[in-house]
């Protein structure tokens, strides 16, 4: 949905960069180099990726048993693949834009911290496109008592990554039939099916363009990770 390259270098060190669509193998796969990256030469990169061919993504402690329904993604044709970072699972697909954070580890991390910062980015970015959404649960970003964004983070590699998603449009009747209600949640889903509980920008009635999305972000990182 977008070209690659450097959008913008808001702070000295961290750089900001959309890379080009692939497969989403091959982007968890390059958001792990960024970390270990981050961790042997002091990188540090906020980087933006749109999902592809649809595929449901596990956090690294899920069990696909538990966590999808095999016999429908057997059927629909959908992969599943685990990511390094905890989290619960998740439905990649064209409509779902991502972002990830790779720097070094200090060594007095909090993972509190660091999951607000990335529910301030989402929120700030959000904000420049007329959308008011605030910081719900652990790690989710809600607009009214709608999740539309999610992030997971790991600490490997004397490093720390951030990702995460906005749901800028999603099909709801492939999510609700690939992925089972997962076992924990937060207070404010209180036992909502995945329809229920999730929105969109689509369903927001925000039109807005893939490149608008990405330059929200650039400008909301270059607050968020101002400092680090």
């Known amino acids: 949905m977008t070209g690659s390259g450097l959008i913008a270098n808001p702070e000295r060190g961290l750089e900001v960069i959309s890379s080009p669509s692939a497969a989403v193998l091959q982007q968890l796969a390059l958001d792990e180099r960024l970390a270990r990256e981050a961790g042997s030469v002091g990188r540090s990169v906020i980087r933006f990726w749109w999902g592809a061919e ?21 059927r629909l044709g959908i992969e599943h693949v685990k990511r390094v970072t905890g989290g619960g699972a998740v439905l990649q697909c064209a409509g779902v ?5 790779t720097a070094p580890d200090p060594g007095r991390l909090d993972i509190h911290r660091v999951f607000k910062q990335g529910a301030d980015l989402v929120v700030g970015a959000l904000s420049r496109l ?65 329809r229920d509980f999730l929105t969109s920008l689509m369903t927001l009635g ?10 929200a972000f650039a400008l909301a990182a270059a607050d968020v990770f101002r400092a680090r």
């Open 97 to 101: 834009f991502n972002y990830s954070y």
């Open 130 to 194: 007329g959308v008011d959404a605030c910081h719900r649960g652990i790690s989710d970003v809600a607009v009214g008592e709608r999740k539309i964004s999610g992030s997971a983070q790991a600490r490997k590699w004397k490093a720390v990554l951030l990702h995460g998603t906005l749901l800028a449009d999603m099909d709801f009747d492939l999510l609700d039939a690939v992925l089972r209600h997962p076992l924990r949640e937060p207070d404010y889903r209180r036992g909502r099916s995945h």
């Open 54 to 74: 649809p595929m449901a993504v596990l956090g690294c402690a899920d069990k696909p048993e538990i966590a999808l329904d095999l016999a429908e993604c057997e």
């Open 206 to 215: 925000v039109g807005a363009s893939a490149g608008e999305i990405e330059s």
